[in-house]
């Protein structure tokens, strides 16, 4: 019925931070757009929760020295989550939990270049 998209770098000396959680994706989406705004809902009831800084929307990788891992969790449920609540990435997995369907995870590596 929907996907759910989890963003996170696992190798800050702060432990992970979460870089975006995006809820409610229809499964036949295929592609996310260029330049998804900033703030709670989104067109077609997409729906995003805050990230490690406290604010709705994608936080691009920044690592401040070396090479980074960046993890993009994605979720399939069988119900599309019905929620006012603003959601972090711990609220949302707890709320997702009952309807997880399948998930995959890919991970992609960024270093800063000076």
């Not at 000396?13 to 900033?38: A, I, S």
């Not at 990230?51 to 399939?76: Q, S």
Request: aromatic share 10%; proline share 10%; with cysteine.
């Amino acid at each position: 019925m929907s996907l759910a998209l989890i963003m996170e770098d696992p190798d800050t000396p702060f432990g992970t931070v979460t870089h975006w959680v995006l809820y409610n994706l229809p499964p036949d989406l295929g592609t996310l757009p260029e330049g998804v705004p900033p703030g709670r809902l989104l067109a077609n009831g997409l729906r995003q929760g805050r990230n490690g800084m406290f604010r709705f929307g994608y936080m691009g990788p920044c690592p401040p020295w070396g090479r980074h891992r960046y993890r993009f969790h994605l979720i399939a449920l069988d119900t599309t989550l019905r929620t006012t609540a603003a959601l972090n990435k711990r609220r949302l997995r707890r709320l997702m939990e009952p309807h997880v369907l399948a998930r995959t995870v890919l991970q992609g590596y960024y270093a800063r270049r000076r």
